[in-house]
């Protein structure tokens, strides 16, 4: 090969920070492995970070390492399917859609998650979210994002010598970022400004390209600012309720103003829980501002917003005081020419009721053309939980449905499983496309065909199973040994003994929220040990999770957990790892054998980590709530009890850990167990057959985008 061109080089680097600078690199595997490939060192010390790995090489090293054919040749092909992805003609939303690409959906979440390098979501929520763009963009829908900048994202966590979770915070770099200022006709950054309490505080804009679609995040670091407001947006639901409050009149008001600046008439505001409802407020004001009367404009705002719900928990609904609405809302009382008692009936399910505080749910549910849970149980819970709102007697009659949340199934698989799978599908299909393969993956025709025994066999499911389970393993000990160091000598962790790469290895990781129950399993301690004990039998347990800064009770579970891996008869076969994100995650969703999951009924609204481990053969073991009560068909999984739950807390506490005991030891470690004279487990691998054939294409953003656009964002 001749050695390339100054230009050629030029041309190739530009390409390479185009494609850093956009997520989409996040869910293509060859991209990830060019970077990886650029700078394997990098790549891991700057936690798969592009943008980093890119700035750390320098001009020269990358002149020369271009200069490797194959390394060239790929850089070259990735460019390639980049280039291909990106035009929107031919796609879905391009066919079902087209009206959304010059009037697209306007999504607005507080906090999205798209990726470890970009932690600015503190779970399950930022993660819908994230993968509702990632799917918005597979599918060309015309939708936008809008959240804000957290400059010191959601914090770390730590574990203290008591196993208590400490949380420490650094600063996130823009420039270290795959985000790009939004600049005016100048070149400078477009400062738009809100008005909060009496003060008027300007706010610039950050874009995160996903693939084909933008999110911009707002941020108040701006020097005209006052300190304070220059911190409003330093953490994800950082501070009290006064930083909440204005961080989501920022995130409402300061949102639409962007998108007006940007040019933009969404068709849809798509409020994903009630945080950004204060933008129904800002499109009043518009409409009043251009001659309209207050009835009429909220008219006219109920037909262009939705509002999804995402928790029958009542601490998720955000509820503010008269007085600090009076005091971060008096902006709202002017503009729309309402008295601070009318202010305060927007939020209130009974107008007029001065004890009842404002709530953001009700202004949104108030404000929306339609509104929906998040799977069909939690439509359910949520008709019942706003009959008083509607004044009606029947739950049948409040206007909520539901969509059932997904996962973005291609950027939730591991490197080995996409390879897998992709292996298979191009045995289908020869000479298909990437694009090709993403559609794939979404489809519920490949994961049945996958269910045949002829193209995917026992011996081949249960391979790969063993390889991922050790993958994880090998992660654990390394995060081990990290967390480890910070231990002193009393307290350090030994690994002889520690997990065993044959065991049952039963995974649970997501938010400690209390009703969500992590200890629940180890109710039947004394059971519990005689389950790891049984050394032709042996399971073991990992858990990851952070709890809210100010939510003790959560951190008294973690504190259990922790105390149990390291001093009772658990240790070495119940591991907790630290700082749970979302490459923990997949870590864990990926080599786990079963996910655990024992929420209190009905507070799951959906769920999706369990929604993660299907492709990667991992089964899900849960009670009957969110999704996994659709999802369940008495094959693909397990269940904890029954499509029922008991009154109390107390009683179903003591109910739930009972079945998840006897579901544990009669269905899970027996199938797990039963091999073949090959040493095979059978059943268990029909199992895993199941779920991937049944849930995976199900259960993917692909068709909950794909639902919320047919219900909802296509207008008639
Ligand atoms: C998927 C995911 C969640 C959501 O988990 P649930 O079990 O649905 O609560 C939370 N955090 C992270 C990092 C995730 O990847």
């Known amino acids: ?163 208590w979770q400490t949380e420490y915070y650094t600063q996130l770099n823009p420039r270290n970022l795959p985000l790009e200022p939004v600049l005016n006709e100048h070149g400078e950054p477009l400062v738009c400004s809100v008005r909060i309490a009496a003060s008027t505080i300007q706010f610039h804009a950050w874009r995160v390209n996903v693939g084909r679609v933008p999110v911009y995040l707002l941020d108040t670091n701006r020097p005209e600012n006052e300190p304070h407001f220059r911190d409003l947006t330093l953490r994800v639901y950082g501070g009290d309720s006064s930083t909440r409050i204005m961080q989501e009149i920022l995130l409402g008001v300061g949102g639409v103003r962007l998108l007006r600046a940007l040019g933009l008439q969404p068709s849809t505001f798509h409020m994903n829980e009630g945080h950004a409802a204060f933008l129904t407020l800002e499109l009043i004001r518009e409409k009043m501002a251009a001659g309209h009367s207050l009835e009429a404009a909220s008219a006219a705002t109920r037909r262009e917003c939705l509002f999804t719900t995402h928790t029958p928990v009542e601490a998720g609904h955000d509820r503010f005081s008269a007085d600090l609405m009076a005091f971060a809302g008096r902006k709202f009382e002017q503009q729309l020419g309402l008295t601070s008692e009318k202010l305060m009936d927007l939020g209130r399910v009974r107008p007029g009721d001065k004890h009842e505080t404002f709530c953001m749910t009700v202004l949104a549910l108030r404000h929306s053309r339609a509104a929906n849970g998040v799977s069909e149980l939690h439509g359910a819970v949520s008709r019942e939980m706003w009959m008083e709102l509607y004044g009606v007697e029947d739950p049948n009659q409040v206007p909520i449905g539901h969509v059932t949340n997904g996962v973005h199934v291609v950027g939730w698989m591991k490197g080995t499983v996409r390879r897998f799978w992709r292996e298979r599908f191009a045995k289908l299909h020869p000479n298909h496309t990437e694009m090709e393969w993403i559609e794939g993956c979404n489809s519920p025709d490949f994961w049945k065909a996958m269910a045949d025994p002829n193209i995917v066999s026992d011996e081949e499911l249960w391979a790969i199973r063993y390889k991922l389970r050790r993958e ?24 002889d003994g520690m997990l065993n790469p044959d065991a049952l290895t039963i995974g649970f990781a997501r938010r400690f929220a209390t009703y969500k129950r992590a200890p629940l399993i180890f109710e039947r301690f004394d059971d519990v040990v005689r389950l790891v004990r049984d050394s032709a039998r042996p399971i073991q347990f990992l858990f990851a999770g952070k709890a809210h800064p100010r939510d003790d009770a959560g951190k008294a579970f973690i504190q259990k957990v922790i105390h149990l891996s390291k001093f009772s008869e658990l240790k070495g076969s119940l591991v907790f790892i630290e700082n749970y994100d979302i490459h923990v995650a997949r870590q864990l969703v990926g080599g786990c054998d079963i996910w655990l999951n024992n929420p209190r009924r009905p507070l799951e609204a959906s769920g999706t980590s369990g929604m993660k481990t299907t492709v990667h053969g991992c089964l899900n073991l849960s009670i009957l709530d969110g999704w996994w009560r659709e999802g369940y068909d008495g094959t693909n999984g397990f269940a904890i009890g029954d499509d029922s739950h008991p009154a109390t807390i107390d009683e179903q506490d003591l109910q739930d850990s009972a079945n998840l005991y006897d579901a544990l030891t009669k269905e899970v470690i027996p199938c797990f167990f039963n091999r073949d004279a090959n040493g095979i487990p059978r059943h268990w691998i029909a199992k895993i057959r199941r779920s991937y054939s049944t849930l995976a294409a199900q259960f993917s953003t692909w068709r909950m985008v794909q639902e919320y656009s047919t219900k909802y964002y296509i207008q008639s």
């Open 472 to 495: 994880l393993l090998e992660f654990s000990r390394r995060r081990l040994l990290l967390q480890g160091k910070s231990f002193s000598e009393g307290n350090f962790i030994s690994f």
């Open 1 to 163: 090969m001749t050695p390339l061109t100054a230009a050629e080089v030029k041309e190739l680097t530009a390409g390479l920070n185009r494609l850093a600078r956009n997520l989409w690199w996040s869910w293509d595997q060859e991209a990830q492995e060019l970077f990886h490939e650029l700078s394997p060192r990098g790549w891991q010390n700057l936690y798969h970070n592009a943008v980093a790995v890119l700035r750390e090489l320098s001009e020269y090293e990358l002149r020369v390492r271009l200069q490797e054919p194959a390394l060239c040749a790929k850089v070259r092909r990735v460019l390639r399917n980049f280039d291909a992805y990106l035009p929107a003609e031919g796609t879905w939303g391009s066919k079902n859609a087209p009206a959304l690409v010059d009037r697209p959906v306007a999504y607005f979440s507080a906090e999205f998650a798209f990726h470890e390098t970009l932690p600015i979501a503190a779970g399950g929520l930022g993660v819908l979210a994230g993968d509702h763009a990632k799917a918005a963009s597979d599918l060309g829908l015309g939708f936008v994002g809008v959240s804000l900048f957290y400059r010191e994202g959601y914090f770390m966590q730590s574990i203290n010598h008591d196993n």
